[in-house]
T-cell receptor
Framework: ETGVTQTPRHLVMGMTNKKSLKCEQHLGHNAMYWYKQSAKKPLELMFVYSLEERVENNSVPSRFSPECPNSSHLFLHLHTLQPEDSALYLC??????????????FGSGTRLTVV | AQTVTQSQPEMSVQEAETVTLSCTYDTSESDYYLFWYKQPPSRQMILVIRQEAYKQQNATENRFSVNFQKAAKSFSLKISDSQLGDAAMYFCAYIEGTYKYIFGTGTRLKVLA
């Protein structure tokens, strides 16, 4: 696994817990993303950070709170989640160059189970 | 709103044979990008192939090629000489703007030995 690293790989948390997901990229990319992947549904874009500024927030509930302290790190802070939030959370990065787009580099995801 | 449709939830192919995965999309844009991603059991999504809409030539990457029909808004992926390692979920994606990808629901490909 190279490029984009996500930790932890698996997470089980209770509805009253607070936890954080971490994503790290050393590709020199200037944009980072959080996606939610649920069974039989398209990937759902949650947040986009470009040059450490949030540029997209797709009506995500406030119990999900992103943080991008620098261009290499992205966090997703979780609190008071619901069972329907159980899913695979994928981090990705990309290098946006004007109108050119060369695709994402994804991490391996965090499998989150809310009990 | 832009949408991406993958009508085949699951496909099977015999090892060494050829398989085609279908994808259609809806957009009013003229310039855009289309992608196929592969997600094996390891969960990491891997970029398979990329197509620029303003290029008429179909993209190819080794055993992977696309049939891009812009007027029909169709973007199918052909895998030649299928290998066991090709077994995975395959996602078609369209990019809207600079950052926002629209993904299909995926096609699970099984490769039979």
């Amino acid at each position: 696994e190279t490029g984009v690293t996500q930790t932890p790989r698996h997470l089980v948390m209770g509805m009253t817990n607070k936890k954080s997901l971490k994503c790290e990229q050393h590709l020199g990319h200037n944009a980072m993303y959080w996606y939610k992947q649920s069974a039989k549904k398209p990937l759902e874009l949650m947040f986009v950070y470009s040059l450490e500024e949030r540029v997209e927030n797709n009506s995500v509930p406030s119990r999900f709170s992103p943080e991008c302290p620098n261009s290499s790190h992205l966090f997703l802070h979780l609190h008071t989640l619901q069972p329907e939030d159980s899913a695979l959370y994928l981090c990705a990065s990309s290098q946006a160059r004007g109108i050119e787009n060369y695709g994402y580099t994804f991490g391996s995801g965090t499998r989150l189970t809310v009990v | 709103a832009q949408t991406v449709t993958q009508s085949q939830p699951e496909m099977s192919v015999q090892e060494a044979e050829t398989v085609t995965l279908s994808c259609t999309y809806d957009t009013s844009e003229s310039d855009y990008y289309l992608f196929w991603y592969k997600q094996p059991p390891s969960r990491q999504m891997i970029l398979v192939i990329r197509q620029e809409a303003y290029k008429q030539q179909n993209a190819t990457e080794n055993r992977f090629s696309v049939n891009f029909q812009k007027a029909a808004k169709s973007f199918s992926l052909k895998i030649s000489d299928s290998q066991l390692g090709d077994a995975a979920m395959y996602f078609c994606a369209y990019i809207e703007g600079t950052y926002k990808y629209i993904f299909g629901t995926g096609t699970r490909l099984k490769v039979l030995a």
